[in-house]
């Protein structure tokens, strides 16, 4: 059964403080790892898709990595606005256009 | 990326009530994605739903409490059936982009008395 557990569940940190979010899968056949952002209130907002272990995305202070077993959000010099729950998901060969969700990552950043 | 709307974007219900959430889409799409998002928690699948077709659910969830209806290929409704406190929840509709990745609505949040 596919699964993604994300860690930490809640992150507190100063302005321009760097930082990484963590999404370990499990999964069979990845098709694609998904990280979104998700403000109180509003639907998830999609940020990044990688495919295949070694594969980057950035997005102004975000940057998005993948290995065989998990993935990071590293975010650098992070502002208040950055605040919001971060979600990684996957979809495996076993779940037609399906994705499995983690519990998600609450960034809280103090200018 | 596609432009989802859904109605009502919240609502307070009484115990043992049916509503009906709607989801409108700017474009024509072959699947369309309910999930639900509880107080705290992450995204669970209820069932995607397919044009001309019955909607398939995920286990735990059938279709007399979440009754679907998909009449075109951008609009569908979500019924939650007979509600309890238990069904406090954000429902979300979404579609599928173009590399594998789903976009949301704004979600519809419903609470019930």
């Known amino acids: ?111 | 990326s596609a432009v989802i709307s859904q109605k009502p974007s919240r609502d307070i219900c009484q115990r043992g009530t049916s509503l009906t959430i709607q989801c409108q889409v700017d474009s024509q799409v072959t699947m369309m994605f309910w999930y639900r998002q509880q107080p705290g928690q992450s995204l669970t699948l209820i069932a995607t739903a397919n044009q001309g077709s019955e909607a398939t659910y995920e286990s735990g969830f059938v279709i007399d409490k979440f009754p679907i209806s998909r009449p075109n290929l951008t609009f569908s409704t979500l019924t939650v059936s007979n509600m309890s406190p238990e069904d406090s929840s954000i429902y979300l509709c979404s579609v599928g982009g173009n590399t594998g990745e789903l976009f949301f609505g704004e979600g519809s949040r419903l609470t019930v008395l």
Request: charged share 25%.
């Open chain 1, 1 to 111: 059964e596919d699964q993604v557990t994300q860690s930490p569940e809640a992150l507190r940190l100063q302005e321009g403080e760097s930082s990484s979010l963590n999404c370990s899968y499990t999964v069979s056949g990845l098709r694609g790892l998904f990280w979104y952002r998700q403000d109180p209130g509003k639907g998830p907002e999609f940020l990044f898709t990688l495919y295949s272990a070694g594969e980057e995305k950035e997005k102004e202070r975000l940057k998005a990595t993948l290995t065989k077993k998990e993935s990071f959000l590293h975010i650098t010099a992070p502002k208040p606005e950055d605040s919001a729950t971060y979600l990684c998901a996957v979809h495996g060969s076993s779940n037609t256009g399906k994705l499995i969700f983690g519990q998600g990552t609450t960034l809280q950043v103090k200018p």
